[in-house]
């Protein structure tokens, strides 16, 4: 006798899926892009304001340009296209403070205008918005303004536009009476410069009344010490002679080369140079900011900066030699001893933008290697590429140059740079056999 | 040293722990449960045959059910009256399924861990002998995706195995069913792991337990000495605690992309079955159950309690709104469907609030994904041909080695679904390698590999 409740195989439906674990894992760490282009932001800020306080108010026209030409751009091109990967304008703020760090406080304002259109359209609209793009938006900005001020100078009226706007002969630097308010382009240049903070008044021997050179003016006229540097390793002969050791001068570091600005002031930042590139000692606490955010890997700027380092250490210069003849001398930093060397290794690197490039906008993450070996790898190709520029070749923004040039090549470094994944062969992807 | 220490692995995450309210919780009976659904089903395989009709008295441990088809016959783990056949939602690896199941009511008393009397002189037994006794238990695994015991130990058989490991850690947040099992009954889990060692046949045998909590475990040391098992702590870095990874920090050894860990010679197998497998094996007591963590800030009751296999889930977590139940740890757990109950997947019951992911936004690389990735795999590449559909360039890349561990979307700042959207390619790659067998060939010819 069978009992009618007892329920058959038949009867039974099998298992079906219900759910699956699609949202796993169900807890997630606090930080969201908004925070990294926001922290971002702060730490660019940092430079931002020190060139502030260097340039003056100019600056911070060109600043506030700047941001405001890029969000505008940004949200201009969002209204016509509602592409999505535009990200709440916060990256086209950051582009904007990034584009302002690298221009001249001097820069016209149609400049900045057009320098903020080419970084958002072109460095990032046309390739798909945030995370898509391919050089660093701020940088084609820069690169694209360089290219085309000396070409749109002779079409202007005279006047409107100098077709050295962005790398003058003489740059201003506020002097230390005048920071903040000053005006950059009201500016003298004191006979035999001695440095930012030396006093230039003197007694005049005849009336015997104090005389003030910079009476009435509120900014050194400096040239920039990048075009200095230049002469030793281009061979032009008005500076080839300069590389003579001086040591006798009171308050001075020892000076291997006696026509630039003290080392105290290439790091403080009373230098010529864009409004963010100059102060050393800002950019490099901005920097280690981000790397201590873990928003930025200490390998790529320290790889960028030693690679540098070693170029400008290594590459032939032109000394003076003996009875005004000029030699070339290989292997600057022993040649002409450690200490002048190295000296003149460290106003190589302070004296550019190389600070600014290795710690803000070679480290942007959408244009830079994933892998921490391939940021070792772009760190290297850029700080070489740049310092090679800036020492052979008559190039405005080299270090800029060179670090779109390497933002061509992330593709490829992420493609061949791969980490052996887990329970793979060896170079499996160089090898052909699978598994 | 008492315990071995052993080496680290690439990327991973240093979790919130969130085990306070539970670590020192004594495993104790469930309580207020008044009825239960048995899942017919416990392994996602066919379903078992009940033997019992609607309205049958059955007493604690009787059989209810008779598996086919390599599944496991089904006990009730408490005294009651069959009330119908109905279904429920059984937890089964990533995935949750709706099976038949029967409902029991008039519960009888909700009994602790009995205590283990030795009837079965299984020292003196060969290997063969124990195999067919584990046999006779009709026991499944107790892992997130469990199985027969039988075939668990078939499989080791087959592979060859020469090294057994015990997956000891529990390197999830909130998750301690283990710990208090290795607290309370340490000597018990040692002598099933040489049981089923024994049985399986297999030489070597290691036990990995959580450095931290190495002083809780004095039960281990005289058991492992005793039948010479090798203890390792190892540190808590998540995820430590997935086969795949502990098996390279132990042996050096990698599971090949998309293997099995059978596949260089090493069975692995967890604390709470080896528990089940000596209580069976050496008392003839079929525990029909499972120590399950109850956790989370909106629970009533935390603790680790000793459930029958079929209560409801939401019961169990004695949560005070309808808010979301997950059922096992936070990282590779899911929320539970409704019906759901417990199985011998489901090691916890939280009732917390899942981190709203919120809106995915696009991925600006920032490489998070990548650091972290235990299995070194670029995932922000892997979602760009996700979102490309570049099913061969992920495989290229070695998506199937993915072990699924959750870190990518834990870290993802873009909040994108990183493990979900690797966890589909994986899929994709094992359908498309059936569905386009000749592409093998082709990619041959073109010499990429």
Known sequence: MKSPAVTTAQSLPDPQVLSAADQSPLLRAPEKVHHILSVTIAAACLPLLAGIVLFGWQAALVAMLSITACGLTEWLYFRVTHTPAMLGRTHAYLTGVLLALTLPPTTPWFIVIIAAVFAILVGKAIFGGVGHFLWQPALVGRFAVAVIVPALAPLLPAGTLSPDALSPEKWGVLTPQALLLGN?????????????????????????????????????????????????????????????????????????????????????????????????????????????????????????????????????????????????????????????????????????SMLLAAFLLATEMTSCPVTTGGQIIFGIGGGAAAMLLTLYLDTPIPAYIAVLGMNTFTPTIDAIWRPRVFGQRHLAWLLKSRR | MLFQRFGKFDGGIDLPEEKEATIDEPIRPAEGLSSLRVPLSPCGGAVAVPTVGVGTQVAAGQQI?????????????????????????????????????????????????????????????????????????????????????????????????????????????????????LVEHGADIVAGLAILAKAAGIPTVTIAVDQQRVSDYPELLSGTAEYSINRVALPRKYPISVDNILLEVLTRKEVPCGGKPGDIGIAVIDAATCFAAYRWVACSQRLNGRVVTVSGERTSRPGNWFTPYGADCRVMARADEDGPVILGGPMIGQVAADGAVTSPGVDAVLATDPTPPGTPVQCIRCGWCRDHCPARLNVAMLNDHYELGHVSQAERLGALSCVECGVCSYVCPARLPLTERVRQLKSSIRRWRQTMPLFQDVAEKQGDA
């Open chain 1, 184 to 352: 950059v382009e009201n500016t003298a240049k004191p006979e035999n410069y001695q440095g930012w903070q030396h006093d230039y008044k003197y007694k005049n021997a005849k009336t015997g009344r104090t005389v003030n050179p910079l009476e009435g003016k509120d900014a050194y006229a400096l040239e920039h010490p990048a075009d200095t540097l230049a002469g030793l390793s281009r061979g032009q002969p008005r500076y080839s002679s300069l590389a003579r050791v001086r040591t006798d001068l009171p308050n001075r570091p020892p000076a291997a080369l006696t026509s630039m600005p003290p080392m105290w002031d290439m790091f403080i930042g009373a230098r010529p140079g864009g409004l963010g590139e100059t102060c050393a000692v800002i950019i490099i606490i901005a920097g280690l900011y981000l790397i201590y955010r873990n928003y930025v890997k200490w390998q790529l700027p320290f790889a960028f900066l030693a690679s540098a380092m070693i170029v400008a250490a290594v590459a032939p210069v032109h000394f003076a030699g003996p009875n005004k003849s000029v030699e070339i001398v290989f292997f600057p930093l022993l040649s002409e001893g450690f200490e002048v060397g190295y000296t003149y290794v460290n106003y190589q690197v302070l004296s550019g």
């Open chain 2, 65 to 181: 059910a008779a598996g086919r088809d390599g599944g496991v016959d089904i006990f009730t783990p408490l005294a009651g009256t069959v009330k119908s056949i109905t279904t429920a939602a059984v937890a089964v690896g990533r995935e949750q399924l709706t099976a038949p199941a029967v409902e029991l009511t008039d519960l009888g008393h909700s009994p602790p861990i009995p205590e283990g009397q030795t009837v079965f002189a299984w020292t003196d037994a060969d290997s063969d002998a124990l195999a067919e006794r584990i046999a006779e238990g009709q026991l499944t695994t107790l892992r997130a995706k469990p199985q027969p015991l039988v075939q668990w130990l078939a499989d080791a058989r087959a592979a060859g195995c020469d090294h057994l490991i015990v997956n000891a850690i529990q390197g999830q947040p909130f998750v301690t069913a283990d710990h208090r099992l």
